[in-house]
């Protein structure tokens, strides 16, 4: 992962509310919108505001069966960002 790639991950990832999205996800293979937003307290538009941010740093992916919207964590990305950041943080 490159240090753009890196850098975009991580702002997505700077807010707490995103951060209780990708903790969310990690508990299940996948889940509805309308299940993480009942779980997390929050109304569908601002998920899914949030969850297109997580969509276009490549945190998660998500697909369409009719009217639901299933997300899941893209684990192999996150795992990435933390190899990478561990990496940088080694060069200090």
Known sequence: MD????R?????????AR?????QLAGYREITVSDLTRSL???QPL?????????RAGLIT?????????????RS??????QALGELVGQI
């Open 8 to 16: 975009a991950s991580l702002r997505a990832m700077a807010d707490v």
């Open 41 to 43: 307290r929050i109304s």
């Open 62 to 74: 998500t697909h369409r069966n009719g009217r639901q919207v299933f997300c899941s964590l893209n």
């Open 47 to 55: 998920a899914s505001w949030h969850l297109r941010t997580l969509r």
């Open 19 to 23: 951060l209780r999205i990708l903790q």
């Open 77 to 82: 990305r996150v795992e990435e960002c933390r």
């Open 3 to 6: 240090a753009k790639d890196l």
